[in-house]
């Protein structure tokens, strides 16, 4: 096997998992045509996803757990009108708290499987609901289920502190 060959071949076996999930069909191909002419003067297939074997992972459609919101409608539409318990993250850009809490709070919701969403308004893009919601200081973190508002807090909280709060809000 040539130098070119064994190249063409580890560049085509580290394709990440991802990039090969976004293929078009089970089996890819590349063709050789473009990498050199000293290879072969007709393109060569080479097939690295045997159909029996492909690495493409299909899902079953989910909804978002974690969300941001566009604007009122859609947070109408996603938070007031929601089916599941919405934890409503209130954060800005600018907030060091709020970067800190944001990615602490997206894994408790994560761990309950799809049992709470989490809707993320930033309030300097959605000012009129951080004031609706009364909103003052951020991070600000609003449970809601059903349209109603049934907890609420202010500030950092640690790992299990953000467990017990989503545990509480749907209900365990």
């Not at 063709?31 to 492909?54: D, E, K």
């Not at 200081?137 to 609420?152: E, F, H, L, S």
Request: with cysteine; aromatic share 6%.
């Amino acid at each position: 096997m040539t130098m070119a060959h064994r190249f063409l071949l580890r560049r085509i076996w580290t394709f990440s998992v991802k990039d090969v999930r976004c293929l078009p069909s089970s089996t890819a191909t590349v063709s050789c045509s473009s990498f050199s002419t000293s290879l072969h003067s007709a393109p060569i297939r080479v097939s690295f996803l045997a159909p029996s074997r492909s690495l493409a992972i299909s899902h079953p459609p989910r909804r978002a757990v974690s969300f941001n919101v566009q604007d009122q409608e859609d947070f109408t539409e996603r938070v007031i009108n929601s089916d599941l318990p919405v934890l409503i993250d209130f954060h800005a850009q600018w907030c060091g708290p709020c970067k800190i809490l944001g990615p602490r709070l997206e894994k408790a919701v994560a761990k309950q499987k799809g049992r709470v969403a989490m809707a993320k308004v930033d309030i300097d893009d959605h000012t009129d609901l951080a004031i609706e919601y009364g909103v003052s200081a951020v991070p600000t973190v609003i449970a809601m289920r059903g349209g109603d508002i049934i907890d609420r807090f202010v500030g950092i909280k640690d790992d299990d502190q953000l467990d017990s709060f989503v545990s509480k809000v749907i209900g365990q």
